[in-house]
């Protein structure tokens, strides 16, 4: 396979490195993070450091941790930022963010323009420790991004956007050109904002049956509930909760998903 480079550095594929190299679009990513001073910010795959030198350019921040899996690039931050800055040489899906939270004494900003091929599962690996992060602003490729805020009714709507939006406020903030990046995706990239919910507008009892009950119904999202859901429910049970059981998967709202979760918690 051709070997590529970018700035002496061997690109590796297997981690989905891909560069900004477009320093407008570094900017204005930066100043919507707008990060301050006190602020505990930890960025995920900060490869070459294109966003990680904007943020100590316009923030002094007292600490700031880097997590970065690719050894290369880990000797090549180290030469280039100073002692303030907590490089990790890890795995993003093996880090505890309650270790780190702890150490540091307050919530997390998490920052990163993510490695795509571990966005989806990454952020729901996340979701665990939505209670030690303040926020998190992450680059996604369109097609995921648009899965992250979709509504019922559309068709991007599915596990995801249920899962993501029943742990976290959902922001989609610029939309970034593929040629803004080295090498050029074949697709657009978004920035979006997650903001964990301080109070859950969807108090559920066991979120194990939210995730077992969106799973089978969106296996074949083109039933209807009373087909999709009937090892769990019969129509009557559906019909009771004020839900229409000739509905599909991606016609019912996360508060209705959170009803039938807890209608299963008590069987
Ligand atoms: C899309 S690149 C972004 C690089 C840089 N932040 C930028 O915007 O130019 C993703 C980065 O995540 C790193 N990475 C990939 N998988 C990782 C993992 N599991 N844990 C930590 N870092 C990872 C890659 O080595 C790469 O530096």
């Given amino acids: 396979m051709k070997k590529i480079y970018y700035k002496n550095h061997l690109i590796k594929k297997k981690w989905s490195q891909v560069f900004l190299k477009d320093q407008n ?9 707008n990060p301050k001073k006190h602020q505990k910010i930890l960025e ?3 490869g070459l450091g294109a966003l990680t030198k904007q943020i100590l350019n316009i923030a002094d921040l007292d600490s700031l941790i880097l997590i970065e899996r690719d050894s290369n690039l880990v000797n090549r931050l180290v030469q280039m930022f100073n002692k303030k800055i907590n490089i990790l040489h890890q795995d993003i899906m093996t880090t505890n963010f309650f270790d780190l939270s702890h150490k540091v004494g307050q919530k997390l900003r998490l920052i990163g323009n993510l490695p795509y091929n571990i966005a989806t599962e990454l952020i729901v690996y996340l979701f665990q420790y939505t209670n030690v992060i303040y926020d998190m602003h992450f680059m996604f490729q369109k097609e995921v991004a648009t899965r992250l805020y979709a509504n019922p009714n559309k068709k991007e709507y599915g596990r995801l956007s249920i899962i993501t939006q029943y742990h976290c406020k959902v922001v989609p903030l610029l939309t970034i050109p593929a040629t803004s990046f080295f090498p050029i ?3 657009e990239s978004m920035v979006m904002r997650l903001l964990p919910h301080t109070n859950t507008p969807y108090p559920i009892v066991n979120i194990g049956k939210l995730s077992s009950l969106t799973k089978l119904a969106f296996r074949q999202r083109r039933k209807t509930l009373r087909n999709s859901l009937s090892t769990f429910f019969n129509e009557t049970e559906i019909t009771q909760k004020g839900i229409n059981p000739a509905l599909r998967a991606e016609n019912i709202t996360i508060n209705q998903y959170c009803t039938l979760a807890n209608m299963l918690n008590n069987k």
Avoid: E, L, S
């Fill in 25 to 33: 679009v570094i900017d204005t990513i930066v100043k919507t993070i």
């Fill in 44 to 46: 995920i795959g900060p």
């Fill in 185 to 187: 995706p074949k697709v």
